[in-house]
């Protein structure tokens, strides 16, 4: 039987997505994408998949009753997977704080390495400090950031943009130089 045509028993593992799949998936083309790029995880009491920025799927998260699911297949390890940062430790200051930056530092080895703070001088400082075990010692230079309401916000850009420094280094390229020609338009050099 053709594979593109085999009539599938197979739902996405995405815990809202009710889209049929072929018998070797486990999750429907956009969710696995969202899977392979960081943005989803599977959910720690019904094992279905959800947006990694929440702990629970939202069926768990309200106590709904869920079946545990159970996969068609072996789920793999992504090819290359972020992780969505978070800390403890962030929390009490996150409250307080009014905006979130993400930022792109150039390195001496010629890659780019991407973060997210609350602030961004302080963070500058631990990069230039050698307090940064990625950073340290290859004289990473500020290049380029935005500002973000939220961290949920944040880390999902963050995300976003290593996945695309890694995929295509040349469209960070163009950002870092709209960005450093915007900062001479308005002389903030």
């Known amino acids: 039987m053709n594979i593109m045509t085999e009539k599938s028993g197979n739902i996405c593992g995405y815990w809202s997505c009710n889209q049929r799949i072929r018998n070797d998936h486990f999750l429907c083309l956009e969710h696995y994408e969202d899977w392979q790029d960081g943005f989803v995880d599977q959910c720690p009491k019904c094992r279905r998949f959800k947006d990694a920025e929440y702990e629970l799927c939202l069926d768990c998260a309200r106590g709904r009753t869920v079946p545990r699911w159970k996969p068609p297949v072996t789920i793999p390890s992504p090819e290359r997977r972020y992780a969505l940062e978070s800390s403890k430790a962030w929390t009490k200051g996150d ?21 997210q703070t609350r602030e961004l001088r302080e963070r500058m400082s631990e990069h230039r400090d050698h307090r940064t075990s990625s950073t340290a010692s290859l004289n990473p230079g500020l290049h380029y950031f935005e500002i973000l309401p939220t961290r949920e916000s944040a880390a999902l850009r963050e ?30 050099e």
């Not at 290593?162 to 903030?188: C, G, H, T, W, Y």
């Open 95 to 115: 409250q307080e704080a009014e905006r979130f930056f993400v930022y792109i530092l150039k390195l001496d080895n010629g890659r780019f390495y991407v973060g």
């Open 159 to 188: 995300v976003e943009l290593k996945r695309l420094a890694d995929s295509n280094p040349r469209q960070i390229r163009r950002m870092i130089i709209s960005f450093q020609d915007l900062i001479r338009e308005v002389q903030l």
